[in-house]
Each structure stands twice: as C-alpha cells, then as structure tokens.
C-alpha cells in the first residue's frame, strides 16, 4: 500500500482538504464541517492514508464564532497580534537567519520548479505562498503528480524529494510551530475541529518526513551554513528531476 497510486492520492486528499480548512472561513466551509461532510472527507482520507479514522470533535454554534476562532488564533489575538501566525515568514525559527525576501524567494522556487503559482484569494489578492494553506495545496499537487507516476509505472522519486525538502524546510516547521503555540496559549473560540486538525497534521507532517527520508534519503538543508569552497544551489536544479 505504502507504494501504491492510492495511498498517493490518499495523502493528495489530507493535504488538500486541510489547505481548505487553513483558508479564511467561508461560510460554505463552516456548513461543511457543521453538517460533519468536511469530517467524513477528511476521516476517509485519513483512513485510507493510516489505516485509523480521523476522531470528530465537536462543531462551533455558528458560522460569527467559527470565524472570531479563526481570526482570533491565527490574524488579530492578543494585542492585535496572532497566537499562532499562519505565515512561515513570520517566524524567526523558520526564517532560520534569512530576510523574508531570501526567504520567500527560495519558498517562490518550489512553486516554479512545477510550474504554479499562487492563486487569487479573498479580494482579487495573491495568496502568500508561505501562508500555511498555499503550501498545503502544494503538497497536495506534489501526492497528485507521485499518484500518477506510481499509476503509470514511472519513478516517483523526484516528487517524494519535493515532498521531503518541502517538508522539512518550510510546511513542518510552520505546522510544528502553529501547534506547539497554541498548546501553550489555547483559544477557546478556536473551532474543536480546527484545533484537533492543527495539531493532527504537525504529527502526520513529521511521520511523513520519516517515511520519505526512508524512501528517497536525508533532507540536507540547502540553506544551511557552507563549509569549504562549496556553493549553495537550488534544490530545483537537482533534486527533483
């Protein structure tokens, strides 16, 4: 199963359906999850990808407090200010020493390397591409082209090194960073599904790192210090294929 086109598109589905859950609310979105559909998706995938269902956990009143978590948790808490930011550059630990612009140009290459770019979220603007729902979607689209190489009995092994060098660069560490945040300060408005979603995936981040680090070999961070007379290069260049 670990190898098959159906546990790919598995893992295609909890990437995909989790970025819908990061985006702001929509009010169709909260009808999903009040309604239990958002959750009997997200547990079939979760199913199919671990072999477990996905727990269901209890739904906010209404669409006016789902939303009020959500921008509480994640846009204007205390002081104005996010418990748990949803933007990978805005956490120094994940910045790791670079400028936001270095930053957000290395987070742009995986983008390009696969021909994407952000889409046009709420009010005509580009989403971020560090923002935690865009680089979910890519990790989505990532499972969906191993899916179809799996399917037509090619080498997946340059889209599971994307998958590992996104991972263990940029979409882990901002899930590891998101949960660990709002373990130690909880918002009580913070829908229970969200909450519970939040820290799931900071967990199924981290299993799939080992998984494709067994697959495809150890990440090495190419935003690491250099030793010697060796040049930085993009991961693009040679890791993916």
């Known amino acids: 199963m670990g190898d098959s086109p159906g546990r790919a598109r598995a893992k295609e589905r909890i990437w995909r359906l989790a970025a819908l859950a990061f985006g702001h609310p929509s009010k169709e979105f909260f009808d999903a999850v009040a309604s239990g559909q958002f959750q009997e998706a997200f547990s079939d995938a979760w199913a199919d990808a671990t072999g477990s269902p996905w727990p ?68 005509g603007k580009t989403d971020e591409p560090d923002h935690l729902a865009s680089m979910l979607e890519l990790m989505a689209v990532l499972c969906h082209f191993e899916a179809n190489a799996l399917a037509k009995g090619h080498d997946a092994s340059g889209y599971r090194r994307a998958q590992r060098d996104f991972l263990c660069r940029y979409l882990g560490p901002t899930l590891e960073a998101v949960a660990g945040l709002l373990r130690r300060d909880q918002v009580k408005l913070l829908d229970p599904t969200i909450a519970q979603l939040v820290q799931d995936m ?17 990440f090495r961070d190419p935003d690491a210090p250099k030793t010697g007379s060796s040049r930085a290069e993009p991961a693009a260049q040679n890791l993916w294929g």
């Open 56 to 123: 269901t956990m209890p739904v906010s009143p209404d669409f006016a407090s789902f939303e009020a978590g959500y921008i509480s948790a994640f846009l204007h808490g205390h002081g104005g200010k996010p418990v748990a930011a949803l933007l990978a550059g805005d956490h120094e630990s994940i910045l790791a020493g670079l400028t936001r612009p270095s930053f957000m140009l290395n987070v742009a290459a995986f983008y390009k390397h696969f021909g994407l770019k952000a889409a046009t979220g709420d009010e």
């Open 202 to 218: 900071g967990d199924w981040a981290e299993v799939q790192i080992n998984e494709l680090e067994v697959r495809v070999g150890p």
